[in-house]
């Protein structure tokens, strides 16, 4: 597989390599970021919101902390779901990736972004071999979900950070009972997507170790990603959790 590799901007030594995920219907458009004189390094998998509501491997969000991330001496992949950019999607004649996204939601088969995600983490775990360290999950919203459902399924995580959770009726929360890593929820008070009542519901039945975290935002975190990094840095550094 041909990647090409440039460096971020003068001056840095972060490369950002292009990538290309085998997945099931095809291939998944990623991008690599690391430090080019690595050695042995934890690595991120970012998660994007849903691919109809900025789920994008450039969604601010997850652009942002690719690039805080990285610096911080992290190997950061983040990718685009089937459909989405340059990843591959099989479809019904007629169907549209954003009307099989929009079922996608309405039916809740979260196996849709489940699998590619998995896809990535082989990837990851493969192409870095003994460079890698630890794995580390961070979704953003609809991809925060995603990431504690890996968790759940994938022992060898080592903590996901979920970013603006949607704490709301529509989804289940029970299978957070079973997710045994750490986890740091990171949640704007103004969040659109909270509904206070899931939460306290919800939130004394989540595993332990866990640690939750207000900021007084929205949903977007705009202008507070680097905030945001900061946060979820200091976290991973926290051996403690």
């Not at 969000?61 to 992290?74: D, M, N, Q, W």
């Not at 459909?83 to 196996?111: A, N, T």
């Amino acid at each position: 597989m041909a990647r090409q590799a440039s460096t971020d901007s003068p001056g840095e030594k972060i490369f950002s390599e292009r990538v290309s995920i085998p997945f099931d219907q095809g291939h998944l458009e990623g991008m690599l970021a690391y430090e080019a004189e690595r050695a042995r390094a934890d690595g991120i998998i970012l998660l994007s919101p849903h691919p109809n509501f900025a789920g994008t491997m450039d969604n601010n969000v997850i652009k942002e902390l690719a690039t805080f991330l990285s610096t911080s001496g992290l190997i950061v992949l983040r990718f685009n779901y089937p459909g989405i950019g340059e990843s591959s999607l099989l479809l019904p004649p007629g169907m549209s990736s954003l009307d099989y996204w929009d079922q996608v939601e309405k039916e809740q088969r979260f196996d849709e972004a489940l699998r590619p995600s998995l896809a990535a983490l082989t990837f990851l775990e493969k192409s870095l071999g003994t460079s890698l360290n630890k794995i580390h999950l961070v979704g953003y919203s609809y991809g925060a979900m995603i990431g504690l459902m890996m968790a759940e399924q994938v022992h060898s995580i080592s903590s996901v950070t979920a970013i603006s959770l949607p704490w709301v009726s529509r989804y289940p929360y029970d299978f957070l009972k079973q997710v045994p890593c750490r986890k740091l929820f990171i949640t704007g008070k103004q969040d659109f997507a909270l509904d206070p009542a899931v939460h306290q519901r919800a939130w004394p039945h989540v595993a332990e170790p866990k640690k939750f975290t207000w900021v007084d935002c929205d949903h977007f975190f705009r202008k507070r990603e680097r905030e945001l990094g900061e946060e979820i840095l200091a976290f991973l550094l926290d051996d403690q959790g």
